[in-house]
């Protein structure tokens, strides 16, 4: 029996995004970018998002374990190594899995008896987690006594190999805890896998479920400076506000207080009508609110697609020459992208499967958050190394 529980996310590009098709196109430019395929306007994909997630979980995971593997490694060896032998690991995968050994009588027990080992290792390094670098101070006022995703008992063999695809598909999920970090693709058993999946010959989907993200307000330039554009049917599917849709030689303005009657989105001028409704940006969180509060610009659905094709960055680049440090002949390239400033929103939706009484969807949305930084920081899709790539994911409030 399982439980579905969904949230909305919302993103501020703070870098140009550029999610590419694959290979050159004739046209305007040689690198075209994912777009819807029925409004032709451009969108993140889910599986860029979920892709993108599922590793900087694993990266916050690991990092958490490696920062804090001496002080772990003492407390269980207090707890559980009562004959203090010398146990040679470097990873918190082999310290569990020695300790086990020795706790057990039969090293090729039943899983499920390693299993239990690994719960009472996984509590007692939660009992003692105000010792432990990282979980003494709050983050981003998001830290909570009751939900410390680190310490589901799955994470104790994870890895960094966890993150991607499985390089052991044909091994057996319990066979796979045994084995070295170098020995091993997808464990099975941890958070990462438990949230987006894993292929093992017992392949489980994941408990997470994402969505493409699609521009909400989408920055344009204006004689008046920089204002954001939306249109009646994406509000209408971002749940922001409902407003009918109009003819397409107008926009309609929030706030209309230079009280100009004609105002240019990009090379194109339209006829001012102040907007009649209300749209709704406080769930947006307060850092996206500020930037967009009183520049918003409502378009027709027929003209949005338009206006943001028009307005996309295009990006000229050009291969060098390592003899010469010269321009390469030939090698002159553009590439287009969602430029930096657009505000995209989408939803994660989490299943709580019942029967797995140590997993629920505080765990995984606590991970999701704690993880998100990373987004920051190496960014989404490609050309992240050329100035492309970064934004800040907000959960909605």
């Not at 290979?23 to 970018?33: M, Q």
């Not at 027929?302 to 206006?307: H, K, W």
Request: charged share 25%; proline share 2%.
């Amino acid at each position: 029996m399982s439980v579905c529980k969904g949230f909305n996310i919302y993103a501020i590009s703070t870098d140009p995004i550029y999610i590419g098709t694959g290979g050159y196109t004739i046209g305007r430019v040689d690198n075209t970018i994912v777009r819807d395929p029925i409004t032709r306007i451009p969108k993140i994909p889910g599986s860029s998002l979920a892709g993108t997630w599922r590793y900087y979980t694993a990266l916050t995971l690991q990092g958490f374990y490696r920062e804090n593997f001496d002080k772990i490694r003492d407390i269980l060896n207090k707890e559980y190594n009562k004959d203090n032998k010398d146990i040679d690991a470097k990873d918190v995968r082999k310290l569990v899995n020695t300790l086990a050994n020795n706790n057990l009588s039969n090293d090729e027990e039943k899983f499920s008896r390693r299993k239990e080992e690994f719960i009472k290792y996984a509590e007692t390094i939660k009992n003692k987690s105000e010792e432990l670098k990282g979980k003494n101070k709050q983050s981003q006022n998001e830290k909570s006594d009751n939900i410390q995703w680190e310490f589901y008992w799955g994470n104790l063999i994870s890895s960094i190999k966890c993150a991607g695809q499985d390089d052991k598909p044909n091994d057996d999920i319990e066979n796979s805890a045994y084995k070295g970090l170098d020995d091993t693709g997808h464990c099975g058993h941890c958070i990462i896998c438990k949230t987006f999946g894993f292929s093992k010959k017992q392949s489980q989907q994941g408990l997470a479920y994402f969505s493409d993200l699609n521009i909400l307000f989408f920055p344009v330039s204006t004689r008046f400076g920089v204002r954001w554009i939306t249109s009646p049917s994406i509000l209408r599917e971002a749940g922001l506000g409902e407003i009918e849709d109009f003819s397409d030689n107008k926009i309609k303005v929030v706030n209309n207080a230079g009280n100009y009657e004609f105002l240019n989105l990009g090379w194109l001028n339209f006829k001012v009508d102040r907007l009649d409704g209300s749209i709704v940006i406080s769930t947006l969180g307060n850092e996206i609110e500020n930037i967009i509060k009183n520049k918003i610009i409502v378009v027709s659905d027929s003209i949005i697609s338009q206006i943001i094709n028009a307005n996309l960055e295009v990006r000229t680049s050009v291969s060098i020459d390592p003899l010469t440090g010269a321009a390469k002949e030939g090698a002159l390239f553009t590439s287009e992208a969602i430029p930096r400033g657009t505000v995209f929103y989408g939803n994660v939706r989490i299943m709580d499967k019942l029967e797995d009484k140590g997993l629920n969807s505080d765990l995984i949305i606590q991970a999701l958050k704690e993880s998100r930084m990373y987004y920051e920081s190496f960014g989404i899709g490609g050309l992240v190394t050329r100035g492309f790539g970064r934004l800040k994911v907000y959960f909605e409030d």
